[in-house]
């Protein structure tokens, strides 16, 4: 009898042990991590934790987002490569740190089909071109005839040089030969007091630190950087109607490790895909002047590679260099 039980005990042992791995190798079967490259606050922190919510409650796993500011992204890639490489970290931020920071920072070399993969392209959000009422510009017609005919006498700020707001400009400038004098300033929080003090004429920026200046007339939209004129204000114009392919908006997706598993990537990408769709979530996008998106690892690949040569372009325009 203790034989025969010893016996039973074992083939049950063996009959488990396939479905033991499988368990172990579900996705997720842990705790989540979003590393944010920035400080809480800003658009990548409020697109990973508006998504984060809604995915902690249909993965049945918490998502935790994490914050790791500094080097442009580089602190976030080394928390990345630090972690267990098990798909279960993945890095959520705007495409200016594949884009822009190996251009200003020596120490990124990362690459996406190298270190990093393609996960989901969660949403973009368009920057505006907003002119400040002495100027008198009210379209982006306008903008052009008057920079025309004044080449140099405008300024326009930004959020500091390598910025997306920065670059914007430049490779608008370089593509339709315009003279605009550059006043770079340390982010938004002193570049628009400066558009809406006079002492700079033009600035690119996200809708909703302008849309109550816009509703006192304080500033005028005159152009958006997207691809095409966005939801939140389509009556103004977009800069790819005068540079066709024009599109500098700022996107937000999930990058992981390369060797995340098939299984991670896709199970990811699918219910991000729905996440995007569900009405409190659009609505707290439209809120923040955020588009849902929800494309999957090849498309997201494919505008990780368009983004890079837009920005790699505008970045030879504006003479950056790397240190």
């Known amino acids: 009898m203790k034989r025969r039980a010893l016996a039973a005990l ?14 172990q190798d579900t996705f997720p079967n842990r705790p989540v991590r979003f590393i944010v490259p920035y400080a809480p606050g800003g658009l990548p922190d409020t697109v990973a ?13 918490p998502v935790v987002v994490e914050n790791r500011p500094g080097g442009n992204g580089v602190v976030a890639f080394q928390s990345l490569m630090n972690s267990p490489n098990d798909s279960h970290s993945y890095i959520v931020s705007d495409g200016s740190i594949l884009s822009i920071t190996p251009q200003i920072n020596k120490a990124a070399t990362y690459q996406v089909g190298k270190e990093l993969t393609a996960v989901s392209l969660i949403a973009r959000s368009p920057l505006f071109l907003v002119a400040h009422p002495k100027t ?9 005839t008057r920079v025309r005919a004044a080449p140099g006498n405008y300024t326009y700020g930004s959020s500091g040089i390598g910025s997306t707001h920065h670059l914007t400009m430049e490779a608008m ?20 007091p ?18 109550g200046f816009v509703r006192n007339n304080q500033v005028t939209l005159i152009a958006t950087n997207g691809p095409k004129r966005s939801p939140q204000a389509p ?7 005068v540079i066709p ?3 500098f908006s700022v996107t ?8 995340t598993s098939a299984e991670a990537v896709k199970r990811l990408s699918e219910e991000i895909a729905q996440v995007v769709k569900l009405p409190d979530v659009v609505e707290r996008f439209q809120t923040a002047g955020i588009e849902p998106v929800g494309a999957g690892p090849d498309a997201y690949r494919r505008e990780i590679e368009r983004e890079n040569q837009a920005m790699a372009k505008a970045g030879k325009a504006a003479d950056l260099k790397a240190e």
Not at 10 to 20: D, E, Y
Not at 136 to 144: A, G, R
């Open 136 to 144: 008198n510009v009210k379209s982006l017609d306008e903008f052009l």
């Open 49 to 61: 934790r508006i998504v984060a919510q809604k995915l902690t409650e249909r993965l049945g796993q």
């Open 173 to 192: 400038k370089s593509e339709l030969k315009l003279d605009v004098r550059h006043v770079p300033f340390r982010g938004s929080g002193q570049s628009v």
């Open 194 to 211: 400066a558009l809406l003090g006079g002492q700079v004429d033009f600035l690119f920026s996200a809708l909703p630190s302008m849309a």
């Open 245 to 247: 392919g024009f599109d």
């Open 235 to 241: 009556d103004v114009a977009a800069i790819a109607e």
């Open 10 to 23: 074992a083939l049950a042992a063996l009959t488990a042990a396939p479905l033991t791995v499988l368990a």
């Open 252 to 259: 937000v997706g999930v990058i992981g490790r390369s060797g």
